[in-house]
């Protein structure tokens, strides 16, 4: 399942991952941008997370699945003492 959605985000404008948790989302949708980036269709790929945890957990996926280089940028804090942050892998 996962080759076939991989092709599928390859070919669509838009589409929506709608698995349960543990079924590789995350490792798809690193797998699909180095693949649009090796074919030229993208050069950087933004990932917007609105919790703290999941900036981290991203940053180390992107470095666990893939060659590419995450970074953190504009990390601060709002007016209810929570981080935003932005990723921003090469």
Not at 31 to 46: D, Q
Not at 54 to 64: M, P, R, S
């Amino acid at each position: 399942y996962q080759y076939d959605d991989i092709k599928t985000l390859l070919n669509e404008t838009s589409v929506i991952l709608g698995h349960l948790m543990g079924f590789g989302k995350t490792m798809m949708s690193i797998n699909t941008a180095c693949i649009l980036k090796k074919l030229g269709k993208v050069k950087k790929c933004l990932v917007i997370c609105c919790v703290n945890d999941t900036k981290w957990n991203w940053l180390n996926e992107i470095e666990k699945h893939s060659f590419e280089k995450g970074h953190i940028l504009g990390s601060r804090i709002n007016r209810k003492g929570s981080f935003l942050s932005m990723l921003w892998p090469d």
